[in-house]
């Protein structure tokens, strides 16, 4: 298991933790790797009934890993191994409950969303902030944005960048558990303990069930915010966020 990860399995509950504390546990295609294949594996195991995904350090991730991404093309995000891991990532059968503390940017966010369930502590920071980069979300952020929180909502977050705080998620409806600073992981798996003396087979069947009525409807968005995202990635837009975040200035785009 890459050093990236740390995970632990026992009584039914497999615990994943980014380990990048750093690089704030930003995404890399590594990590990726890691996480979707550790999930497949957990999701594979009679023994495992509940998957939980947390982050070491003060926060849970903050986003993508901008040097990867700096200088790819179009054709190669079209061509991008991420893309596989992140549908294995949102596939797994098995219930998966996020733990968040501190920022959950970006790719971290729409990991964050993935999840079934996501308990969040009162001053964590969500945000999509890919704008401010000149690119958009790569894994369906704001199609999961729209269907939670309704056109004014999700456009706030989309178009501006904005970030809010965990308790405003929770207000919001989008996450399904607040917990106190800290807190946040007992609070995971205080629920997760609940789901491993459930039922598993109609636990499966009511997340399959759940996503049959909201996924599904979902497919055509996630394709087409996949395919914007691979063709934003060669635009001057984003040469130029990318460079300006990297200098702490303001971009200035020329719509390129």
């Known amino acids: 298991m890459s050093s990236m990860l740390i995970t632990e399995a026992g009584e039914g509950l497999f615990h994943a933790r980014l380990n990048r504390p750093e690089a704030h546990n930003a995404l890399n295609t590594a990590l990726l790797q890691a996480l979707s294949e550790a999930f497949a594996r957990a999701d594979d195991d009679p023994s495992i009934r509940v998957i939980l995904i947390s982050g070491t350090g003060e926060h849970f991730a ?12 179009e054709a190669e995000g079209a061509d991008d191994v991420r893309k596989t891991y992140w549908r294995q990532l949102q596939s797994v059968r098995k219930p998966v409950i996020a733990a968040v503390e501190g920022y959950c940017l970006g790719g971290g966010c729409e990991l964050a969303l993935s999840a079934d369930l996501c308990v969040a502590a009162d001053d964590a920071s969500f945000g999509q902030p ?36 965990g308790a405003t998620a929770y207000d919001w409806g ?7 600073r800290g807190e946040a992981v007992t609070t995971a798996r205080s629920l997760a303990e609940k789901l491993v003396k459930a039922a598993p087979l109609a636990v499966e069947a ?37 460079t300006a975040f990297r200098e702490k200035r303001r971009p200035t785009f020329t719509g390129q």
């Open 206 to 242: 009511s997340k399959a069930a759940v996503l049959k009525a909201t996924e599904d409807r979902l497919n055509d968005g996630l394709d087409w915010e996949r395919r914007a995202f691979e063709r934003l990635l060669s635009s001057q837009d984003k040469i130029e966020g990318i």
């Open 130 to 165: 890919e704008i401010r980069l000149g690119l958009i979300p790569g894994a369906g952020g704001l199609q999961r944005l729209a269907d939670r929180l309704g056109k004014a909502r999700a456009m706030r977050l989309a178009l501006l960048g904005e970030r809010i705080s």
């Open 62 to 73: 903050a986003g993508a890993d901008i040097n990867e991404i700096a200088d790819k093309t």
């Open 174 to 180: 989008l996450v399904s558990h607040r917990a106190d």
